[in-house]
């Protein structure tokens, strides 16, 4: 089975910029809203950020005015779908693994990110 797979981590110190992305292939994006989650060493998973169908964008408060998430699909490259997340001002608070999930519904998936499909993550870490 086809997962989404989150890349792009690394290491930045506070303040410091990262992109993440995820490679949705076998997720069209007319049918899946996508998601953004995170899971914090010793913490419970967390919503992040999703974009629905209709390219409605949701974020977690904590990130909103820091994080971006965004979709696009290549031309050429076998129409590659992929989702991005451009974190800026990033903080220590925001060290986790990250995941890109897909959701097999119309509506904003915020709520229902952890029913969708997801595969490895990437790892983010913020010093201070």
């Known amino acids: 089975q086809v997962v989404p797979v989150a890349s792009g981590g690394g290491s930045v110190q506070a303040g410091g910029s990262l992109r993440l992305s995820c490679d949705a292939s076998?997720?069209?994006?007319?049918?899946?809203?996508m998601a953004w989650f995170r899971q914090a060493p010793g913490k419970e998973r967390e919503g992040v950020a999703t974009?629905?169908?209709?390219?409605?964008?949701?974020?977690?408060?904590?990130v909103k005015g820091r994080f971006t998430i965004g979709r696009f699909t290549a031309t050429e490259d076998n129409a590659k779908n992929t989702l991005f997340l451009q974190m800026n001002s990033l903080q220590p608070e925001d060290t986790a693994m990250y995941y890109c999930?897909?959701?097999?519904?119309?509506?904003?998936?915020?709520?229902?990110?952890?029913?969708?499909?997801w595969g490895q993550g990437t790892l983010v870490t913020v010093s201070s």
């Open positions: 999930a897909a959701v097999r519904t119309a509506s904003n998936c915020f709520n229902d990110w952890r029913y969708g499909s």
């Open positions: 076998g997720y069209p994006f007319s049918r899946y809203c």
């Open positions: 974009m629905a169908i209709d390219d409605s964008t949701s974020y977690k408060d904590s």
